[in-house]
Each structure stands twice: as C-alpha cells, then as structure tokens.
C-alpha cells in the first residue's frame, strides 16, 4: 500500500531517446543528473542506454559513483566537481572528468597520478554563457597545458565542449555567435595537435531544432524525460512521470470555511475538503497553494489554501471524494491530468524544476512501469 506514488513510464524514456538518436548522426549522452530529472538515476539510465544513447552525463562525481555502483559501465563524464572531491576514484571507476581552468586541469592530473591512468578529458570553453569553462581569451593556455598533460600521459583529451545560452530560441542570434566561437576553439586545439573525438554543445532543445550544433555528440536530458524543451511543440515526446496520491482524509464543510494556514482560502460555498499526504517536504511548491493543479478522475480541482510540509487540502466541490481515493498530481496529460508543463506554467517556472523537485524524496514510493 502507498500514500503517495512516482510512477516512471521507463517505455517513454526509450522511446524518447530513440526520437533523439532519430533525430541526429551524432552520438547521444542522457544526461541523468539531479536524480535523473526525479525519475531516478540508475533506472533513467539503463532504459536511456536501452533505447539508443551511448553515453551518460552527470554533474557530480557521487552521481557518477552511484550509476557505477549499480553495474552500468557506460561512457559516463562528470562535469561539476569542487577542488578536493574524489577524481581519484572517479578516473579509478573509468568517469570521465572536465576541465575549464588550470587550476582544474591542475586536480585532473593530480588525481590521474593517484589512480594510475590518464584521465579521459572533455575541455570546457565558455562561448558565452558565463557559467563554467574557460573564456576564449584564456582558453589557448588551457590547451597547451592540457597538450603538455597529454604528452605526460596524465591525460587523454577526448572532448571539447560547450553550452548554450538560448537553445529553447533557435533563431536567437547568440546561437550562431556561440557556433563560430565553438569552432574556432576546436580549431586552436587541432593546431596544439589535439583533435578530440567528441565534441559537443547541444542540449535537448539543440538536438532537436538545430542540426548545425550537434557535432559528434548532444547532450540530452529533458527529451529523455518527454519535457517539451521548448513550448508548443512536443517533438513525438512522452513524459516519463506520473505522480499520484492518496486522499489521507476527506470531510464535509459549509461555505465560509477557512482552509489551512494563514486562511489564505475561505471555500465559497459547502463542499468537500480532501487532505493529501504531499508538501513541500516532498516536492511540491509551496507556491501551488490556491491553484487548481489537483485532478479527481474527470475535473482539475482547486489546492485550497497554503501547501504545508506534509500535506494540503483540496476543494473537492460535490465530487463524492472519501479517504483512500487517488488523486493525480501530475502526468502525461493523455487524460486530462495536469502536466510538468502545466505546473510550470502556473508557477512561473520550467518543468525542469517541477520534475526534478521530486527527485529522492524518501515519503514518495516510486515505481517503474
Ligand atoms: C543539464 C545539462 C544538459 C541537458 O540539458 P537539457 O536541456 O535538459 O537537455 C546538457 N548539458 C549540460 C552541461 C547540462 O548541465
């Protein structure tokens, strides 16, 4: 029996991967950071690698660790790690690892000499996002350094990559300045002699709008997922998650009757009141108080009032709701249940955050279908 359920549809995962690598030459990471999504790293992973993607892309090193631990042998590269995190043991467990700055390249080799094998390398330019990797006007220092870690044996420079900053806009102008820059960095690094098999820019929205991006890999991750990269076109996507809960109690209330903290709802007239057993504790924003993101069977119903740490309340109306009934949070859409969209939409957010919120809550069962 369960309160509360995260139902994964690991059939969409591999459909949606196999509607990337269709929609591409280049190879396809699934990038399965952040829990995958919400929908669980381990198992993203295995249905990703199933329905076509090659290789796999986290942030962290644990996160890394955890799909080694679990048997998956896949091409993994961690891109985010800290000065001091374990690059030892992730070179050791065969991750491959980024660098966008001596000082990084600096802990890459240092860990290579520990673990005893040259690390396998994505060098990271910033072609404008500001975010991580190395400015154009620092980069070629970073490629004779690395060239020079290469030719120690330290490292093995097998990509070069980049991000974008305005991929869900295809036709933004940014797009193409970034290109150029992107090339002329895989340039400078040929004429240092490296010419790294993976080169790689575009994310889910890239991989499916802009051909001229993908390179030899793309990097995917809410594709694989069915989250629309970009609105109003769904790319034959279908969202992975389901996410459903039990009516922990229901009552009867007349009109005039305030509702949960702060009485921030007052139902207009006698209705029926039904408490979830999901808050803000288990993924789902406080900001969705007083929307109407909760579906019954047939019709979206109000969540009446503020959404507290562990539960809150629905305005059920006359829908003969009693404890026990399911109600559904969130899904594909197929039956009129609200969307990750959706969610996002009402709270002024993108579904990224939505799905992710509910990545290893310990209250929510999750199951895979
Ligand atoms: C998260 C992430 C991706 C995947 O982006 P999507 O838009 O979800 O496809 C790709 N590359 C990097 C560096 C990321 O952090």
């Known amino acids: ?217 793309v990097r995917a991750g809410s594709a694989v997922y069915g989250l629309r990269p970009m609105p109003g076109r769904d790319f034959g996507l279908r969202p992975a998650m389901t996410v459903r809960a039990r009516v922990a109690f229901a009552k009867k209330v007349p009109a005039g009757c305030g509702v949960s903290y702060g009485h921030t709802y007052v139902t207009p007239s006698p209705t029926t009141l039904a408490v979830i057993p999901l808050g803000y504790a288990d993924g789902i924003p406080r900001a969705a108080g007083n929307t109407p993101l909760a579906w019954f069977g047939s019709v979206r119903r109000t969540i009446a009032g503020r959404v507290s740490m562990d539960q809150f309340v629905v305005d059920c109306g006359d829908d003969p709701v009693v404890a026990g009934d399911v109600v559904t949070l969130l899904g594909p859409g197929d039956r009129g249940e609200p969307t990750a969209d959706d969610w996002a939409t009402v709270l002024g957010t993108v579904s990224y955050e939505i799905v992710a919120n509910f990545g290893g809550r310990a209250r929510i069962r999750r199951s895979y279908v």
């Open 1 to 217: 029996m369960w309160q509360a359920s995260i139902s994964i549809d690991l059939d969409a995962i591999r459909h949606n991967v196999a509607q990337l690598t269709a929609a591409t030459t280049a190879q396809v990471m699934a990038v399965v950071k952040g829990d995958g999504y919400g929908h669980g790293a381990v198992e993203s992973a295995r249905a990703a690698l199933d329905g076509g993607a090659s290789r796999l892309g986290v942030a962290t090193i644990a996160e890394a660790l955890q799909l080694r631990a679990a048997g998956i042998t896949a091409p993994t590269l961690a891109w985010l790690v800290a000065p001091g995190m374990p690059r030892a043991e992730a070179l050791a467990a065969g991750v491959e690892l980024s660098a966008g700055s001596l000082a990084e390249l600096d802990e890459v080799c240092a860990a290579a000499a520990v673990a005893g094998r040259p690390a396998g390398l994505h060098l990271k330019v910033d072609t404008g996002l500001g975010r991580g990797g190395a400015r154009v006007e620092d980069w070629l220092q970073l490629v004779e350094a690395s060239a020079k870690a290469q030719a120690d044996g330290l490292v093995e420079v097998v990509g070069v990559w980049s991000h974008f900053v305005h991929a869900d806009q295809p036709d933004h102008a940014t797009n193409a300045r970034q290109l150029t820059a992107f090339a002329e960095a895989v340039d400078i690094l040929a004429a240092a002699g490296l010419r790294p098999a993976l080169r790689h820019i575009a994310n889910s929205a890239a991989a499916l709008t802009l051909p001229e991006s993908h390179f030899d890999l």
